[in-house]
């Protein structure tokens, strides 16, 4: 599980980078950050609970 979500938060990293990079593709920088916090919550969380 932790795997996954690693790998969501670098594919969500690379879609606010390609957002911020790009002309024209502010909206992909907003929807990348709002997935990466949510992802990263989760996994905190997921952490917290087997802790």
């Excluded at 969500?12 to 980078?17: D, F, M, N, S």
């Amino acid at each position: 599980m932790m795997a996954l979500i690693g790998i969501l938060l670098v594919v969500w990293l690379v879609c606010t980078i390609v957002g911020v990079v790009v002309k024209g593709l502010f909206w992909l920088t907003l929807v990348g950050i709002v997935l990466f916090v949510g992802t990263a919550a989760l996994g905190w969380m997921n952490r917290a609970a087997h802790d």
